[in-house]
């Protein structure tokens, strides 16, 4: 991982790009920002000081970059070859930042100006125009990842619909490419569905299969500690291995920390059994996340022994519940 601090300014040209950030009420800090490609996937650290930062980088097509706040907080900026782009943001009022150097900023300036106070809702029909209204722009894919593919009550005829017009506008863009693959494999994760076998990373960085092992149930979770509700989804994976762990079920955490010495310190003290933990510090990059579907955090799939989705959830406090549900004979419940 890289660390990045205030560089001398100097001119840009062939591939390379520059994004110079500039916070009004913050002197100093540390944010995260990363690829949403899977082409040129990489995290690195941006250190503020004075409230500024300076991040260099190499591109050979627009592309969207990921901001991450240590609340866990994202915004996107677009940069392309020979771009230099500048950001301003209050950290006291982060949802109204400004990004500006090129026309896909300007256009995602607008967005964001535009759905500023709306409701999700209404936020969801807006992007819906903007995604047919500008089909080759990466703000387009941009909005449809947002808004619609990782919106799990979005129907997959929705998405694939939007998919459509943009593919046929932008048929080799790596990002929509990706977004492609990921629709795809989210059926794995559908209820009914079997759950394939991937290989997770344990704590001593040694590879194991999902199903080495498998119990009546299997619940898989995947979170993060940066997530807002991070420490209470582990107290919730905790108490249903008190409750339920052994040969009825089985959990598997699987984090999606890219500072694993955070989640290693998180879990070190953890010596209850019927609960494993994994973490290859990829973040959602990760090869296993992509094969499972899994798009967002928290989230949770329960399967029977033989693998078969029962059922998935995204709510911390409904996580018990359904375990129970399954694993206590309907009487018990009533």
């Not at 994202?74 to 150097?101: R, S, W």
Request: proline share 3%.
């Amino acid at each position: 991982m890289a660390t990045l601090t205030l560089l001398a300014s100097c001119g840009l040209s062939g591939s390379s790009f520059r994004i110079r950030g500039k916070f009004r009420d913050m002197q100093a800090g540390e944010l995260y920002i990363y690829n949403l490609s899977s082409k040129n996937a990489r995290l690195d650290t941006l250190t503020i000081q004075e409230g500024k930062f300076l991040y260099r980088g190499e591109a050979d097509e627009v592309t969207p970059y990921m901001l991450v706040f240590p609340n866990g907080m994202e915004q996107v900026i677009f940069v392309g070859p020979a771009t230099d782009v500048e950001y301003e943001a209050t950290a006291n009022d982060l949802k109204n930042y400004v990004v500006n150097g090129s026309e896909e900023n300007q256009l995602m300036n607008q967005f964001r100006q535009e759905t500023y106070t709306q409701n999700p809702s209404q936020m969801k029909v807006t992007a819906r125009r903007f995604i047919k209204e500008n089909p080759l722009s990466l703000v387009a894919i941009y909005l449809l990842d947002t808004y619609f593919v990782q919106d799990d009550e979005v129907t997959h005829a929705e998405v694939k619909e939007l998919l459509k017009v943009l593919k046929a506008k932008q048929p080799d863009n790596h990002y929509l490419l990706d977004i492609d693959s990921k629709v795809t494999s989210a059926e794995h994760g559908e209820v009914g569905k079997i759950l394939p076998d991937v290989s997770l990373m344990t704590r001593d960085k040694k590879m194991e299969k999902l199903w080495k092992q498998s119990a009546d149930f299997n619940l898989v979770a995947f979170w993060a500690l940066w997530m807002p509700n991070g420490y209470d989804f582990l107290w919730k994976l905790r108490q249903c291995a008190e409750k339920y762990g052994g040969n009825r079920l089985r959990i598997v955490g699987v984090s999606l920390d890219m500072e694993r010495y955070r989640w290693e310190d998180a879990i070190r003290g953890d010596t209850l059994r019927h609960i494993d933990q994994y973490c290859d510090g990829f973040g959602f990059e990760s090869k296993a996340l992509k094969t499972l579907g899994v798009h967002d955090i928290p989230y949770y799939i329960l399967t029977d022994k033989n693998h078969k989705v029962l059922e998935t959830g995204n709510e911390v406090t409904k996580l018990e519940e359904m375990v129970k549900n399954h694993l206590e004979p309907k009487e018990k419940n009533e």
